[in-house]
């Protein structure tokens, strides 16, 4: 191994490193969030509405985010299929539940898209146009949540539900400022550049030679204004579901709010469980939950009640792709 080598090997060690570090913090941080909410609760309370569970609805919760998973398959491969008509639904399908089962044990927020990234690398010829597919996807999903985020803030503002501090309305026009930029963005050539060593780094060997080649590919995505703005149409859809997943889960254990305050509030709440100061929104979806549904008479066990079983039907969804990894392994050809 010639000096350049070991150089770049320690480097990657390092980098390694210190995202194993910053994964351990924010995982004490959101550990933190969630016992000082804890000592706030009544547990006698919690655990009397917990008990009080209609199984029938948390079922229904866990159809509709079953259902929300095939939907969110069917967006990326709607965007990948442009360019591979070739790849069936079953088999996007299975890849994606496998990354979201493999990605829950890796110490980094962005596991599921990890896992897509270093799949196609290693089993695809030509992985480049699937790569690019993936990040196009997660801008798509980012961007019609900023719509969905900045509607509802601008509707709980008119409405006066509760006073929206300065804090709040600052986070949600940089968010959205953000999800308007990083589409621009990827026409500058330092952008690309970063992007591009992200992903070898996560793949493991080099994807793309140079910043022309990754730009090329992730440009011919959004030269196809139709194809993106019905993609754009499949994520608010997405969202459209996730907040039934909430509203169905708080009908189970018969929360006293109506569902028009989950429209209101849900896309804010997605949007402050995803700040990068906490994993998985540990701690953040629990709080925000009780922030803005406390404003309309929502006690706080209840909310947390939500914010529990909603965690506990997203780990039963990671049960087939648990169930695909052990009969089948990982598909051979996905990408």
């Known amino acids: ?149 900045v509607s509802a803030f601008l ?7 509760f006073q929206v501090g300065a804090l709040m309305s600052y986070g949600i026009g940089v968010f959205l400022l953000l999800s308007l930029a990083i589409p621009l963005a990827l026409r500058n050539g330092a952008v690309i550049d970063a992007i591009r060593s992200l992903l070898n780094r996560f793949a493991g060997r080099k994807l793309f030679e140079n910043v022309h080649d990754l730009s090329e590919h992730l440009l011919l995505y959004w030269k196809h204004a139709p194809l993106m703005s019905k993609a754009l149409a499949i994520a608010l859809l997405n969202l459209f579901i996730a907040v039934l997943e909430f509203y169905l889960i708080a009908r189970s254990i018969a929360a006293p709010v109506s569902i028009h305050y989950f429209f209101l509030f849900i896309p804010l709440v997605i949007l402050l469980s995803m700040l990068p100061v906490s994993v998985g929104g540990l701690g953040l979806l629990e709080g925000a939950l009780v922030f803005f549904f406390s404003s309309v008479g929502v006690p706080a066990e209840t909310s947390v009640s939500i914010a529990l079983l909603h965690r506990a039907i997203q780990l039963v969804c990671l049960l087939p792709g648990a169930a695909f990894y052990l009969l089948q392994g990982i598909p051979r050809t996905a990408a």
């Not at 770049?8 to 194993?20: E, F, G, N």
């Not at 948390?58 to 442009?82: E, H, P, Q, S």
């Not at 089962?101 to 270093?118: C, E, K």
């Not at 509707?155 to 006066?160: D, M, N, S, W």
């Open 155 to 161: 509707a709980v503002k008119l409405t006066g539900v």
């Open 1 to 149: 191994m010639n000096e350049l080598a070991i150089k770049d090997t320690a480097a990657l060690s390092v980098r390694a490193d210190r995202s194993k570090v910053l994964f351990y913090l924010r995982l004490a941080l959101g550990g933190l969030l969630l016992v000082a909410l804890f000592r706030m609760l009544d547990i006698h309370s919690l655990a009397v509405t917990l008990a009080s569970v209609k199984p029938s609805f948390v079922a229904l919760a866990l159809l509709a985010m079953m259902i929300n998973l095939l939907v969110k398959t069917y967006r990326w491969g709607f965007i990948l299929r442009m360019h591979r008509p070739d790849i069936s639904f079953g088999q996007l399908a299975r890849l994606n539940f496998l990354s979201l089962f493999i990605g829950n044990f890796l110490p980094t927020s962005l596991a599921h898209d990890a896992v897509r990234i270093y799949y196609v690398s290693r089993r695809a010829a030509d992985p480049r146009v699937a790569i690019s597919s993936i990040f196009a996807d997660r801008v798509i999903g980012n961007f019609s949540l900023a719509i969905a985020a």
